[in-house]
């Protein structure tokens, strides 16, 4: 969105499909200009969700995905944290739908880092909830 006149004028940067869809948890901005989400499935509905990543270029916006959740750390939910050294810090969470996705190892969420190292971004899983004494997802 950008001022015009009395209101805003809406561009589009990406509309999803074969590479994602359901983004949720808002964006964020890297010191590049990069803007970073997620989506909570991928390769059109089916999968566990994705981390993109959108750079400007020449006027337009170039989609990367930078990461494919795989079964059992699904449904990505809510806005990165960015640290200095431009680590992403995520959560993920339990998806009711028609399919119960499940996040972490104990499924009820967990929270992860993608740190990016010899040309790739790489998942470290730093806690699983269990549902415990620690939290989890309420159903």
Do not use: C
């Amino acid at each position: 969105m950008t001022p015009s006149g009395s209101g805003w004028t809406e561009k589009v940067l990406h509309s999803f499909g074969s590479s994602g869809s359901g983004p949720y948890g808002g964006l964020i901005f890297d010191s590049s200009g990069n803007l970073y989400g997620t989506t909570q499935t991928a390769n059109m509905g089916q999968g566990n969700g994705t981390v993109f990543m959108l750079s400007p270029s020449g006027g337009d916006w170039t989609l990367t995905t930078l990461y494919s959740f795989p079964a059992g750390f699904s449904y990505p939910y809510a806005r990165f944290t960015l640290d200095a050294a431009g680590n992403l810090y995520g959560t993920t969470s339990y998806f009711f739908g028609p399919e119960n996705y499940f996040g972490g190892q104990g499924s009820e969420g967990s929270v992860f880092k993608l740190a990016f190292s010899n040309g790739s971004w790489n998942y470290n899983d730093l806690h699983d909830f269990d549902g415990g004494h620690d939290g989890g997802v309420v159903s």
